[in-house]
């Protein structure tokens, strides 16, 4: 369907209910339908240095003639690319030096997180509807390392999808569960100092993107989703700690889902008040509209905030994670600066074993037995018959200088565009021949980590994981 049919195929009650609501503005509301959606992307400074890193796509900078990028107002690492760029095709998307997001869809984070200066020490955060990541993400940039991330997503599939992000995305103090709400608020008791409750919605904000967000929608739906927001937004309350945020967000329009999803938590939670509530529509800014509240539970000290009552946790033997120090000390340049732990003290952060598998959790651990956990935290490696096989979420997550062993593949070099084929065959899961030291070696896109390799014999052979692998 044509953008300009799209504007006259919208439901009936879904465009009466917006002339009720949007009065004046209803009509360039309605024409916004004639303009294609905007596309956007966001920088990831867990990959590099923030300001080194939107210096280089900026404009006349070293990436400028392969991105057309343009700031987004309410993000500072968000831009919107050009229609002939193509990021999601980029061995940059790989490598997770950017996220592909709706440009709105960035507001809530920004609102979660004010108040904070980043990567404030200790902060216990929650996004209850997390999948496909957009905003854990979002999250874990600002945190940057510190504190712990708890993403949760419902649904098994989508979960996966989000497990898979946050490792492209090189977070590192994340945990990844697929429970429900109420199951998870059983466990973690006024536990969270900050809450994102991106909930599920009538998605109305998404018709321009996706005819079939259309066909779907209903004002039962509306009602139905609405109802499931209160009861998402009660579990989300007894996680939060006095003091705590709550940030409820919605990519829809209707006043149901909205304000008065806020008006109606707050009548029933008397605790809270209503700090900023905000709503991106598509005839007023360059995106698809989003609608954000911030909520604040009492009146204690968010500066109070931070980790407290660390657990210590059940320790592992020293034989459980002799094959990873072995790994580490050949290989990184420094297990401290490198991945956090210290090698005098490696309990010390927590190292979990899970089978054969060993993962770092975030600085501060939840017990989490009994609970569906995708990924306790960074995945370091496996064992395998004495030998330590590093995880790609561990690639990802380094970057070159911290690796013994390095090959930096150009993605974009001037004038040609082209760059070197190795790192597209590499993607693949192409081996290529390489001459050095055989070994492991952190295969890079340009200077962003993208995943390992082995050197045997003057052939690198591939590392990237087979469900990734580029057709
Ligand atoms: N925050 C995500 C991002 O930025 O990428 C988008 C989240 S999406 C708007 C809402 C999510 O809520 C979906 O992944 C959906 O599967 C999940 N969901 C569906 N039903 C749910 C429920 N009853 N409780 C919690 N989450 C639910």
Redesign the pocket.
């Known amino acids: 369907m044509g953008l300009k049919a799209l504007g006259t195929a919208l439901p009936p009650a879904f465009k009466d209910r917006m002339r009720e609501q949007l009065g004046d503005e209803y009509g360039a509301f309605i024409e916004s339908y004639g303009q294609s959606s905007l596309r956007a992307l966001r920088l990831n400074p867990l990959k590099m240095e923030k300001k080194e890193l939107i210096d280089l796509f900026s404009q006349n900078k070293g990436l400028a003639p392969f991105f057309h990028l343009e700031n987004i107002p309410w993000e500072e690492t968000g831009f919107y690319y050009g229609s002939e760029d193509e990021p999601g095709r980029s061995p940059y998307h790989d490598a997770g030096v950017y996220y592909i997001q709706e440009p709105s ?1 960035m507001l809530p984070v920004n609102l979660l997180m004010s108040g904070s200066s980043q990567g404030e020490e200790g902060l216990r955060i929650l ?9 854990s993400t979002q999250i874990a940039a600002r945190m940057n390392g510190k504190g712990l991330l708890i993403c949760n ?3 098994p599939a ?1 979960c996966r999808i989000l497990s898979e992000n946050i490792e492209r995305m090189a977070v590192r103090n994340a945990i990844v569960l697929n429970e ?2 109420d199951r998870l608020s059983e466990r973690f008791e006024e536990y969270f100092d900050r809450i994102l409750v ?4 009538s998605g109305e904000g998404m018709f321009r993107k996706n005819e079939a967000a259309v066909s779907e929608w209903s004002e039962e739906i509306v009602k139905l989703c609405a109802e ?1 927001q209160q009861e ?1 937004l009660k579990a989300a309350d007894r996680m939060l700690k006095y003091g705590g945020t709550l940030v409820y967000s919605t ?1 829809t329009f209707s006043k149901a889902e909205n304000e008065e999803t806020t008006e109606i938590f707050l009548k029933e939670h008397p605790e809270y008040r209503l700090k900023e509530q905000i709503r991106l529509m598509p005839h007023r800014i360059k995106g698809e509209g989003h609608f954000a509240a911030k909520l604040i539970k009492g009146e204690g000290d968010p500066s109070e905030l931070s980790l407290r009552g660390k657990k210590g946790r059940a320790s592992l033997s020293p034989e459980d994670v002799r094959d990873f120090f072995q790994f580490a000390d050949e290989n990184l340049v420094s297990v401290e600066d490198s991945v956090g732990i210290t090698k005098k003290d490696p309990m010390g952060k927590a190292l979990i074993r899970f089978g054969d598998n060993l993962y770092l959790a975030p600085g501060e651990c939840p017990e989490l037995t009994g609970l569906k956990v995708l990924r306790p935290g960074l995945q370091l490696g496996t064992s395998r018959k004495g030998h330590f096989i590093p995880s790609h979420a561990l690639a990802l997550s380094l970057k070159p200088g911290d690796f013994r062993r390095s090959v930096m593949l150009p993605v974009y070099t001037e004038g040609s565009g082209e760059g070197d084929l190795r790192i597209k065959e590499y993607l693949k899961g192409m081996t290529f021949p390489f001459e050095g030291e055989n070994g492991w070696y952190l295969i890079c896109a340009d200077g962003f980590s993208a995943g390992f390799g082995k050197l045997s014999g003057n052939v690198m052979k591939n590392h990237y994981p087979k469900g990734l692998r580029r057709q």
């Not at 996004?127 to 905003?135: I, M, N, S, Y």
């Open positions: 869809a996004d209850l509807c997390a999948a496909p990541g957009g905003k997503e419902v649904i989508r429900e709400p991106d909930a599920p919605c499931r998402i990519c």
